[in-house]
């Protein structure tokens, strides 16, 4: 089972915080390979709020032909990260030529276009980066949006953390979601490594996804963009959060509510019963079956954490006012904020979000048989 | 040899018949019961004499010929009362005495079932035993890699919707503006498919129906049971169990009259109306209540006289395009019950399948599709179109559910799979295999008159004698001398416990899949089948 580790701090972190907590969990992966996103960039991207970040791995061909689509699309480099890496990557690892993250004024072009726009042509951008890529097996395209850089590599996460020096500033970060890989399902893919993203929203999961394949058969007809792809069965999960805030309007409380339903019975008594009830309804293919945790980030920096309607994952957040951190162990936990209050930990149960706020002050529970929010 | 002997090309011995009559002279009471049940009169007394030679000893007397009579079982060799292998001869046989058994050739039978130039028609089953549903094997097993759910102990949720779902954008709009949707029912995904009241006998009718009842009621298990065409009991329409019932209308609008007037009537709304296109067991037929089954009770229900076989046509003659039958005819049934109620088309699994539910997701009143494959049963049909026309349900099914997929709206239109779930036994293997491929529910016919009230027919032309209503269980029968035979309490108990056994059957499938809050429906990775043309037909998986 892979292992979840994700932080939320007033002040920026080193994702190796993260990467540390995952060594503690060891026992529990493999160390097939370790994912990270990171948000709140603090060094040089936090000037650079607006600018795309473009992260992934590319060949040194590979990285001649981004800088020609690039031009072409009329993006200028701001700030790139360049690491002069080992000559010998640790065991299990491949060579690669160039690790990037790198920092594009949008072009001249887009000044006109309005925010929704320009967040599709930024997925636009990044989908045309990935079929380039997987066409001459030259580039890895991770994320391209602004405050945020993902790193996935396969290998143990300590090791690859300390070979990619991940301990530099330019990598500390106000939000880290970091998983370490137990591959079990799938031949090692990167694109297949959590966490996945998309405009804003990220989410990484263990356990198995069983209903991935009627769910994945329901989003690609759906026609929204960025809807392709589903190397691993957890990427359902992102997109079904995407589908949740950006195309139904509603709010993080309802996610649960889409893919793990109350019982008719908890419906018939709940305050907002026929809107939920219609929700089932018209969502029901997006039902999930678990067994999973999941762990998420939204646009506005929250982190949340859920689980399958049965609870067979287990999940813990803890910490303080100004830090907190999500764990799927609770020695993760321990690891990271070992001087925390450890009776203020939360193990939520099957019907809860527990939900941390960008303001970083309070964890928010919310329950499924709870009132929503008011609807957009 | 008699130099007028008997022989015509018709003359068949016991051997050209598909059943023989095994009887034990030296067992047999002489009580007559097997003859008195038989239901087609394949036997009766006979009288046989015995020769017996005397030899004296020593050589002054010649032999002598002794001439004795007995008397025993004949069995008839006329087409017209061949031996249809009901075994009910040997259910009364207080001395196990006698017994049909199945001829080892292939029996001559079959040419001479036309007397008078008209082709064979029988009640049943299709008479194959092969099915590819049985092939299917459930391939996705979690063990280690995540702990699988556990039949016996968790909650499941095993429940399907009927009616059109509306895309999650627009139901929530709808829902906002307080505009109308489609009216759609949470049901359990094992429907009981039209068997008429003209079809089934009052004591079977009401047996599935009190079934039904206390599986809803009492264990909290939404089943829905369809009249089938012929229209629905008075009493039946104006109780509260109606919303068990889906209302069928056919072609010959049997009993509709009587729908029609007892709607101010009625306490609930039906759980859905079907409008009968296609039968799986005769595509392109109708529907064929034979003269032998139109007693007088039938008769008031349908609204015709009595003792006249009742043929529904094989379309809607009203109606002369697809348009028509999806728009109209689904758009004014839905607005008899003020748009409340589920309106949907049930066809024969064909090659025009998904031209009708192509049609269907155009129109915001559909509320689904039945789609009945081959292997479907009847209560009377021409043989030829049992055993040669249609479509099997699997890649029918797959087709549909794949269409849907393609345009994003699987699980809108649900799809409902009926023909030959369970013919071998395996209903709830074969209903999770449908369901795996894309169905959102499972009709069956023959199964539960099989498991609930022992018909006595099999995939090998056994029996099949529903069409002149002298079902010797009593099932398919409107003669009360033949049907009081039948015991509907017990019929009720037997659906009850086919439910029951079923729910925990289709558990111990889905858990180990993982899969406890929603149907599976789709879940196509979860199939294997040892056949590489099948698996490359219905994108499954290919194990061997």
């Not at chain 1, 061909?61 to 690039?70: C, E």
């Not at chain 1, 930990?345 to 529970?365: A, N």
């Not at chain 2, 079907?274 to 064929?288: F, M, N, S, T, V």
């Not at chain 2, 090659?351 to 129109?363: H, I």
Request: contains cysteine.
């Amino acid at each position: 089972m892979c292992r979840l580790f994700a932080l939320t701090s007033q002040e920026p972190v080193s994702p190796m915080q993260a990467i540390k907590a995952l060594d503690v969990m060891r026992e529990g992966h493999d160390g097939s390979g370790v994912g990270l996103f990171l948000s709140g960039l603090s060094g040089p991207f936090e000037d650079l709020k607006d600018c795309p970040v473009l992260s992934g791995i590319f060949t040194t061909p590979g990285i001649r032909r981004l800088d020609q689509f690039m031009m072409d699309h009329d993006f200028m480099t701001k700030y790139k990260t360049s690491t002069r890496l080992s000559e010998d990557p640790p065991t299990g690892t491949p060579k690669r030529d160039v690790y990037l993250a790198r920092a594009y004024e949008k072009p001249e072009a887009w000044k006109h276009l309005s925010p929704e726009k320009q967040e599709e042509e930024m997925v636009r951008i990044r989908l045309q980066l990935r079929r380039m890529g997987e066409a001459n097996n030259d580039m890895t395209v991770f994320s391209f949006w602004p405050d945020t850089i993902m790193i996935k590599e396969l290998g143990d996460p300590l090791a690859v953390g300390n070979y990619l020096q991940l301990d530099r500033k330019e990598f500390d970060a106000r939000v880290v979601l970091a998983q370490g890989r137990q591959n079990t399902n799938y031949a090692i893919n990167l694109y297949a490594c959590h966490p996945f993203f998309i405009q804003g929203i990220c989410t990484m999961t263990n356990g198995e996804n069983t209903a991935f394949l009627p769910i994945r058969e329901f989003l690609e007809s759906s026609n929204i963009l960025g809807y392709e792809g589903y190397q691993s069965d957890s990427e359902v999960f992102t997109h079904i959060l995407h589908f949740t805030l950006k195309r139904l309007g509603l709010d993080i409380d309802a996610y649960k509510h889409i893919i793990t339903p109350l019982k008719d019975r908890d419906l018939n008594n709940h305050p907002d019963g026929p809107f939920l009830k219609q929700l089932k309804e018209t969502c029901r293919k997006l039902i999930i079956d678990g067994p999973n945790c999941i762990i998420g980030c939204l646009p506005d920096k929250s982190l949340f954490m859920v689980q399958d309607s049965k609870k067979l994952r287990p999940g813990v957040v803890g910490g303080r006012p100004g830090m907190y951190a999500f764990s799927s162990e609770v020695c993760g936990l321990d690891a990271v904020l070992p001087d925390r209050d450890v009776t203020k930990d939360i193990q939520p149960m099957h019907l809860d979000t527990v939900i941390v706020p960008p303001t970083r002050q309070e964890i928010r529970i919310c329950r499924q048989t709870d009132p929503l929010h008011l609807q957009h | 040899m008699s130099p007028n002997r008997p022989i015509t090309p018709s003359t068949l011995s016991p051997k050209d018949l598909p059943w023989q009559i095994d009887w034990n002279k030296s067992k047999c009471t002489l009580c007559g019961q097997c003859t008195t049940v038989c239901p087609v009169k394949a036997i009766e007394l006979g009288v046989f004499r015995k020769r017996k030679v005397k030899t004296p000893i020593g050589l002054m007397t010649p032999p002598e010929n002794e001439y004795s009579i007995f008397y025993g079982i004949r069995q008839k060799t006329d087409p017209a009362f061949s031996c249809i292998g009901c075994g009910m001869c040997s259910m009364v046989c207080p001395n196990g005495a006698i017994m049909p058994r199945r001829n080892d050739e292939k029996d001559k039978l079959c040419f001479h079932k036309n007397a008078g130039g008209k082709p064979r028609t029988r009640g049943g089953r299709r008479n194959d035993n092969d099915s590819l549903l049985d092939r299917i094997k459930f391939i996705r097993i979690s063990m280690l890699t995540d702990p699988a759910l556990d039949a016996g102990r968790h909650e499941f949720d095993l429940r399907t919707l009927l009616g059109r779902v509306l895309p999650p954008e627009e139901g929530l709009k709808t829902f906002r503006e307080q505009g109308w949707a489609p009216p759609v029912r949470e049901i359990y995904p094992l429907i009981i498919g039209g068997m008429s009241f003209g079809a089934l006998s009052p004591n079977m009718w009401e047996g599935l129906q009190m079934g039904v009842a206390y599986l809803n009621e009492e264990m909290g298990m939404p089943v829905r049971i369809c009249t089938g065409e012929g229209g629905c009991p008075p009493r039946l329409l104006r109780s509260r169990f109606l919303k068990y019932v889906i209302l069928q209308v056919a072609s010959g609008y049997f009993g509709w009259d009587e729908i029609i007037h007892a709607l101010p009537h009625m306490k609930e709304d039906p759980c859905a109306i079907e409008i009968k296109y296609g039968q799986g067991a005769k595509p392109g037929d109708g529907g064929l209540l034979m003269w032998h089954k139109v007693n007088k009770l039938i008769a008031a229900i349908r609204g015709v006289p009595a003792g006249v076989s009742l043929p529904s046509p094989p379309t809607h003659q009203t109606q002369y395009s697809i348009e028509e039958s999806v728009a109209k005819m689904i758009q004014s049934m839905s607005m008899a019950w003020g748009f409340r109620v589920p309106v949907y088309p049930k066809i024969s699994a064909s090659s025009t399948s998904l031209a009708v539910l192509n049609n269907l997701t155009r129109n915001p009143y559909a509320s689904g599709l039945a789609i009945d494959g081959e292997d479907g049963g009847t209560g009377a049909a021409y043989n030829v179109s049992m055993n040669h026309m249609g479509h099997p349900i699997a890649s029918n099914i797959r087709d549909a559910y794949l269409n849907l997929a393609r345009l994003g709206k699987q699980n809108e239109i649900p799809i409902f799979a009926g023909g030959g779930v369970g013919k071998n036994g395996n209903l709830a293997a074969n209903a999770a295999a449908l369901i795996m491929l894309g169905a959102s529910g499972i009709q069956i016919g023959k199964y539960i008159m099989q498991a609930a009230a022992g018909c006595l027919g099999s995939e090998s032309d056994r029996c099949n004698v529903c069409n002149i209503g002298v079902c010797p269980k009593g099932i398919t029968s409107q003669d009360p001398r033949i049907y009081r035979r039948l015991d509907p309490e017990k019929v009720a108990e037997r659906v009850v416990e086919t439910y029951l056994s079923f729910d925990t059957e289709l558990k111990k499938i889905i858990a180990p899949l993982g899969r406890s809050t929603s149907l599976p429906i789709g879940m196509s990775d979860a199939l294997g089948i040892n056949d590489k043309a099948a698996a490359d037909r219905l994108s499954i998986k290919y194990v061997v």
